[in-house]
Structures are given as structure tokens and as C-alpha cells.
Nanobody
Framework: QVQVVESGGGLVQAGGSLRLSCIVS????????MGWFRQAPGKEREGVSC????????YYADSVKGRFTAVRDNAKNTLYLQMNRLKPEDTDMYYCAAATDGGCAGSWTYRKKYNYWGQGTQVTVSS
């Protein structure tokens, strides 16, 4: 059984930092590109980043470039999202997901590329 478990969310002041973690089990982790998505109530889920199977290639939404960094540790089956200089508009539920085709190429923001999703972790940024 595939399990995807996020953690690390919380309440932080604007300008602060958080590091989200995503631990994956039940699949061959380094066969999959991994994505981070976020979603606010009543809004569509949007792509935040994608990282290739090796961690060599990363992609980011324009809204987070220069502030967020995705990293993976394949030895630990773990994905991270380092979030710096957080803004109130970053307040969302953040989700970790595994891409079924194993790559970020081919529209990494397309949600249906990702078959396995975590339950989400809430990030709230106060002004």
C-alpha cells in the first residue's frame, strides 16, 4: 500500500520560514518525480513545485520562485519543501504527490499526472 504523509505545517508570521516534509512508502521512491501543490478553501489546487527523480531538476510556480526550495532525500524516501520569506497569500493546505510517469516533463502542474497524494498539511501565515 502506498502511503504519503506530510508534516511540518503550522502558524508562522509573515517573513518567517517553515520546512515541510513528505515521507513516502509503498512505492519505489526514486522512480517518481514528486510535486508539491497547495489549495485554499473554495479554490483550485495549484502546483507549487516539481522535483525530478534524482533531485537534479526542479520547477517552481512564479509566485514562489526565489522563496521556496524543493529537496529530496532518496535514501530516506523523503521530500522537503523549504519555505522562506512567507507571505499571507501562502496560506494554504499543502499536498505532496508522486507523479505516475516518473517525470516533471509534460506539464508538471497537471494534477492528473500525480496518482498518489498525501493528506495535506496546513500552512497559515499571519500578517
Amino acid at each position: 500500500q502506498v502511503q504519503v504523509v506530510e508534516s511540518g505545517g503550522g502558524l508562522v508570521q509573515a517573513g518567517g520560514s517553515l520546512r515541510l516534509s513528505c515521507i513516502v512508502s509503498g512505492l519505489t521512491f526514486d522512480d517518481y518525480a514528486m510535486g508539491w501543490f497547495r489549495q485554499a478553501p473554495g479554490k483550485e489546487r495549484e502546483g507549487v513545485s516539481c522535483i525530478s527523480w534524482s533531485g537534479r531538476d526542479t520547477y517552481y510556480a512564479d509566485s514562489v520562485k526565489g522563496r521556496f526550495t524543493a529537496v529530496r532525500d532518496n535514501a530516506k524516501n523523503t521530500l522537503y519543501l523549504q519555505m522562506n520569506r512567507l507571505k499571507p497569500e501562502d496560506t494554504d493546505m499543502y499536498y505532496c504527490a508522486a507523479a505516475t510517469d516518473g517525470g516533471c516533463a509534460g506539464s508538471w502542474t497537471y494534477r492528473k499526472k500525480y496518482n498518489y497524494w498525501g493528506q495535506g498539511t496546513q500552512v497559515t501565515v499571519s500578517s
